[in-house]
């Protein structure tokens, strides 16, 4: 038996984990058996601000009006690191201003009714355990259930590669949606946020 065997039979794993391992199972090993730290960046505080600030509209926590004053209130307080360079453009002023005209022109999530958002889903697949969190989980006028995920990234296209490993986090969450609600959703959906593009 591996000296590792008991660690992992024990461990507790999420899509990005999981992911991980699929890119380059050194660096899993480093990080989630070794136990080194990664660093946080740039492009992981900006989606965690964005993430923040539709958890709070969705919950009712704050107006919607109030959303384009949020965002420009915590910008600099969640986004510790520098954007990394790039020739073009100052990735930290272009990406303050996509934010802001999101929200600026934010008007909700349209006639869906807002059933919760960043569920946090404990399950089991073949006694594996697995932790996931579902951005936005909506009803429609006929019951159905849609599950959104928030993403800073711009997919291209809903068949694009980054398209489908978004895909492929929401299939599995669909598990325990399908545990807790009796239904699997009919309709995953992605909110590109910085372009405004829903996929």
Same mark, same amino acid.
């Given at each position: 038996?591996?000296?590792?065997?008991?660690?992992?039979?024990?461990?507790?794993?999420?899509?990005?984990?999981?992911? %991980?391992?699929?890119?380059?199972?050194?660096?899993?090993?480093?990080?989630?058996?070794?136990?080194?730290?990664?660093?946080?960046?740039?492009? %992981?505080?900006?989606?965690?601000?964005?993430?923040? !600030?539709?958890?709070?509209?969705?919950?009712?926590?704050?107006?919607?009006?109030?959303?384009?004053?949020?965002?420009e209130e915590q910008y600099d307080e969640f986004?510790?690191?520098? %954007?990394?360079?790039?020739?073009?453009?100052?990735?930290?002023?272009?990406?303050?201003?996509?934010?802001?005209?999101y929200f600026e022109n934010f008007e909700g999530?349209?006639?869906?009714?807002?059933?919760?958002?960043?569920?946090?889903?404990?399950?089991?697949?073949?006694? !594996?355990? !697995?932790?996931?969190?579902?951005?936005? !989980?909506?009803?429609?006028?006929?019951?159905?259930?849609?599950?959104?995920?928030?993403?800073?990234?711009?997919?291209?296209?809903?068949?694009?590669?980054?398209?489908?490993?978004?895909?492929?986090?929401?299939?599995?969450? %669909?598990?325990?949606?399908?545990?807790?609600?009796?239904?699997?959703?009919?309709?995953?959906?992605?909110?590109?946020?910085?372009?405004?593009q829903w996929f």
């Amino acid at each position: 038996m591996s000296k590792y065997s008991e660690l992992i039979d024990n461990m507790v794993f999420s899509f990005s984990r999981l992911q %991980a391992f699929y890119q380059c199972p050194y660096q899993w090993k480093l990080q989630y058996i070794d136990g080194l730290e990664g660093e946080n960046n740039f492009f %992981a505080e900006y989606g965690n601000l964005v993430h923040s !600030i539709l958890e709070k509209y969705a919950k009712g926590e704050a107006e919607i009006y109030e959303l384009p004053l949020l965002f420009e209130e915590q910008y600099d307080e969640f986004i510790q690191h520098p %954007a990394p360079p790039n020739k073009f453009c100052d990735l930290r002023v272009k990406y303050f201003e996509e934010g802001k005209a999101y929200f600026e022109n934010f008007e909700g999530f349209g006639d869906y009714e807002i059933v919760d958002a960043e569920r946090e889903f404990l399950f089991n697949i073949d006694n !594996i355990k !697995i932790k996931g969190y579902a951005d936005l !989980i909506l009803r429609d006028k006929d019951g159905n259930l849609h599950v959104v995920d928030h993403k800073s990234s711009d997919p291209k296209s809903a068949r694009s590669q980054k398209a489908r490993e978004y895909w492929k986090q929401m299939y599995l969450y %669909a598990i325990p949606i399908k545990e807790e609600y009796g239904v699997y959703p009919v309709k995953l959906h992605i909110n590109a946020f910085r372009k405004n593009q829903w996929f």
